[in-house]
């Protein structure tokens, strides 16, 4: 069992920057893909990013990347969402969630669809203000 908690939320305006935060209760945290979904309302819930706590390799969603930075503090067992330049689109309730890696991974064939992920957090809420 993985408990995960996100953090880091709240209101921003447009051309801002916010970095969520989800700590992993799991031990050992290093197998783990560790991952960012967000659900906007009226919409499904969208994959955002994943890095693997072993290799620390990061995949995105074409629609963020450049925009958005994924990353992890092992020693912390965190993962970090880094979002620069936010807009009015952005706004969503943010969730952090997590896989065991069958060893897929780093061969390219990324986790990037919600069933995929096993565990997952409560969600923590962007607003952006235009």
């Known amino acids: 069992q993985v408990h995960l908690e996100e953090s880091g939320g709240g209101l921003v305006q447009a051309g801002g920057s916010l970095r969520l935060s989800c700590i992993a209760s799991?031990?050992?945290?290093?197998?783990?893909?560790m991952a960012w979904f967000r659900q906007a309302p009226g919409k499904e819930r969208e994959f955002v990013a994943a890095?693997?706590?072993?290799?620390?390799?990061?995949y995105y969603a074409s629609a963020v990347n450049g925009r958005f930075t994924i990353s992890a503090d092992n020693a912390k067992s965190t993962v970090y969402l880094q979002m620069n330049n936010l807009s009015a689109e952005h706004t969503a309730i943010y969730y952090c969630?997590?896989?065991?890696?069958?060893?897929?991974?780093?061969?390219?064939?990324?986790?990037?669809?919600?069933?995929?992920?096993?565990?997952w957090g409560q969600g923590t809420q962007v607003t952006v203000s235009s």
């Open positions: 969630a997590s896989t065991v890696d069958s060893g897929r991974y780093d061969s390219g064939r990324y986790y990037y669809t919600a069933p995929e992920y096993d565990y």
């Open positions: 890095i693997s706590t072993r290799s620390l390799r990061q």
């Open positions: 799991r031990r050992p945290y290093s197998t783990l893909i």
